[in-house]
């Protein structure tokens, strides 16, 4: 050795070759278990105004049918009072037709009397035939006041028609109405329902991924804890079996005898007996190799 200095320096480097002889190198890793991973629900919660869309659509139907109900029926009514219209002026007709009749029948039966009795231009005539007229117009209108008073009423309540569909369309919209407002207030509370169970699900969902986060982190640590007691043992000289131990010992040996052997004989001497490290990392055998090679004059 050219001086103390690089003696040191070459003594270190044998130390670590020393040390990495002496360290089989087996290295504990984390191992990562496989994670199980609970899904949750989802819940897209609908808007008050999605709420009333969906009832308006469940509804449509009824709506729609109970609106022409209310048409059909007013119709019905309509077309029953007309039917029973025409009935009565059918029946007036009738009669101012048979009134016609006689009374044609009864002025011929007074006219050939009159020419029988020699009377057609007397003034018993014109008497019989005024007679006859008077009755026969008192007659025509006691028909037309019987029957134009009921046509009358008749022919008002077939004008209403309108006013009856509107109001009974009202009607019918208002409970229509109160059919919607109930529906809208069932499903706000289907769907209040609904967030709450999906919410406590969840919440239960995400205990039970804690608790499942935390015991995969303990087997875990538990699993790299007994490869770091593994490491330890693996690279400890104790924990080898005899064969790798006794290889390791003659490599070092062999190590120590090259850097002995680089310095001449009286400074190996000195080398070997002054510092431990010859002795600290060899066995019996292989340290009394050094000493009747290097240390004995």
């Not at 890793?29 to 659509?57: M, N």
């Not at 006041?145 to 209403?160: N, P, T, V, W």
């Not at 919440?203 to 015991?215: F, G, H, P, R, Y």
């Not at 120590?256 to 066995?283: I, P, T």
Request: net charge negative; aromatic share 8%; hydrophobic share 30%.
């Amino acid at each position: 050795m050219s001086n103390k200095r690089d003696t040191v320096d070459a003594r270190d480097e044998l130390l670590k070759e020393i040390e990495k002889l002496e360290t089989p190198g087996w290295s504990a890793t984390k191992t990562d278990l496989p994670k199980t991973t609970l899904d949750e629900i989802e819940y897209d919660r609908p808007t008050d105004e999605a709420l009333g869309k969906t009832a308006e659509s469940e509804l449509s139907s009824y709506k729609t049918e109970g609106e022409k109900s209310v048409r059909d029926s007013v119709e019905a009514q309509n077309k029953a009072l007309a039917d029973k219209r025409d009935a009565y002026a059918t029946s007036r007709d009738g009669e101012v037709s048979a009134l016609d009749e006689q009374y044609r029948s009864a002025v011929r039966a007074v006219d050939n009397d009159v020419v029988r009795r020699g009377l057609a231009r007397s003034s018993i005539a014109v008497v019989e035939r005024a007679e006859l007229e008077r009755e026969y117009l008192s007659r025509n209108a006691d028909i037309a006041s019987s029957y134009g008073k009921k046509l009358a009423e008749l022919d008002g309540e077939i004008a209403a028609y309108d006013g009856k569909l509107k109001k009974a369309l009202d009607d019918f919209n208002l409970a229509y109405a109160a059919k919607l407002n109930q529906r809208i207030t069932e499903l706000k509370t289907e769907r209040d329902k609904k967030e709450q169970e999906v919410l406590k699900y969840n919440n239960e969902v995400k205990k039970s991924q804690a608790k499942l986060d935390s015991d995969r982190a303990k087997d875990e640590y538990a699993l790299y804890k007994a490869a770091l007691d593994i490491e330890q043992q693996q690279n400890s000289m104790s924990g080898l079996p005899s064969e790798r131990v006794n290889e390791t010992y003659k490599a070092i040996y062999n190590a120590m005898d090259k850097f002995l052997g680089s310095m001449d004989k009286d400074d190996a001497m000195v080398e070997l007996l002054n510092h431990s490290l010859y002795r600290q990392h060899l066995s019996n055998y292989y340290y009394n190799r050094l000493l009747d090679k290097y240390g004995r004059v």
